[in-house]
C-alpha cells in the first residue's frame, strides 16, 4: 500500500528520474491518492490513478521509480482515464523543478467517484466524505453537480440510487 508519506517520496523520485531524462512532466491524480494525499481521509491507496503527459517519458521514469522501491509497476498508471470526461478545475498538489502534480477540485471528485460507480467500502466512504465536504443538501443537489461535468446520459442509474439512499438512509454528519 502506497501511504502519504511514500506517495510523495514517489513523486520526488519520479521528478528526479524527469531531470534525468532532461523532460518536464503533469500529473493529475484521482481516486484513491487524492483522497489519501489531498484530502487525508485514508492512510493509504494501492495505486495511484491518473493522467500524465508526456506519457513515454512519465511511464519510463516510473518503471525506474518502481525498480528503486520495489514496488508494482503500475503504481501510477492511467486506469482511470476514460472517468476524466471534460478537462477539471484543478487544484495543485506538488510542484517539483521537473513535475507538477494536480488533483481535481472535490466537486469533480464526487462527479468521477459517482460515474464510476463503485460503491464498495471505500468508494462509499469517499462519497459521503465528499458529499459533507461539500456541505450538499441532497440527492438531487449532487445530481446537478454530477451533470456540470458528465452527460446526464452517462450518469448510471444506480449512481442515483446509491445517493438517495445515503441520503435517505444514512445521517450525513
Known amino acids: 500500500m502506497l501511504t502519504r508519506t511514500l506517495i510523495q517520496k514517489l513523486f520526488a523520485a519520479l521528478n528526479e528520474e524527469l531531470a534525468k531524462l532532461g ?50 509497476e503500475d503504481w501510477l498508471n492511467d486506469a482511470a482515464k476514460a472517468y476524466f470526461h471534460a478537462d477539471p478545475p484543478r487544484e495543485g498538489v506538488l510542484e517539483l523543478s521537473n513535475l507538477r502534480v494536480w488533483a481535481p477540485s472535490a466537486e469533480y471528485m464526487l462527479a468521477m467517484k459517482c460515474i464510476s460507480a463503485r460503491f464498495d467500502g ?36 444506480k449512481t442515483r440510487f446509491f445517493l438517495e439512499e445515503i441520503f435517505e438512509g444514512e445521517k450525513l454528519s
Open 23 to 72: 523532460a518536464k512532466g503533469e500529473v493529475g491524480i484521482c481516486g484513491g491518492a487524492v483522497m489519501c494525499l489531498v484530502f487525508q481521509t485514508r492512510e493509504a491507496t494501492k495505486d495511484i490513478d491518473g493522467i500524465f503527459e508526456p506519457t513515454r517519458e512519465i511511464r519510463a521514469a516510473g518503471r525506474k521509480v518502481a525498480a528503486r522501491f520495489g514496488i508494482s
Open 122 to 157: 471505500n468508494d462509499r466512504d469517499d462519497v459521503r466524505f465528499l458529499l459533507n465536504y461539500l456541505e450538499l443538501p441532497s440527492a438531487e443537489s449532487a445530481v446537478k453537480i454530477i451533470e456540470k461535468y458528465y452527460p446526464r446520459n452517462r450518469i448510471p442509474a
